[in-house]
């Protein structure tokens, strides 16, 4: 199992990843130059996750200037299932090719659209009466003033 870089595919399908910098066998090493060429290596899709966080804090001495930001990296764990150096596809990723993880726009588009019509007359739609207040709307919220030091720091 291995950590790599978010991977845009669901947790259970298949992925080829192409970009294949060395390959060996145990006895022998093969070193691309940059990639080797026509090597594949066939992974599963496990999970993705986010690593632990990281915290990045600057601080200056005296002048009241301190920022703390964290930081998770996304990640994707892959399991190997196939080495290729041929650049023969294998049997079962042409049978299933990977899945993308769908998005609302990829949703609504597979997805296809149910239009829903209803008769509604003007008897059964309530009208609003001139009696009835209307909603008031929220508070504005106040804004802390910036102190001239906060300012020309920023």
Sequence with gaps: MLDVATIDAMPGSRVELHDVLMVTDGSSVNVGSPLIAGAMVVAEVLEHGKARKVISFKYKAKTRYRRKRGHRQGFTKIAVREILTDGARPAE?????????????????????????????????PEASATEPEAEAAPARRRRRATTEESTQE
């Design 93 to 125: 990723a042409e049978a299933a090719a990977p899945t993308r993880r769908s998005s609302r726009s990829a949703a609504a588009a597979e997805e296809p659209a149910v239009a829903v019509e209803s008769e509604v007359s003007s008897e059964t739609v």
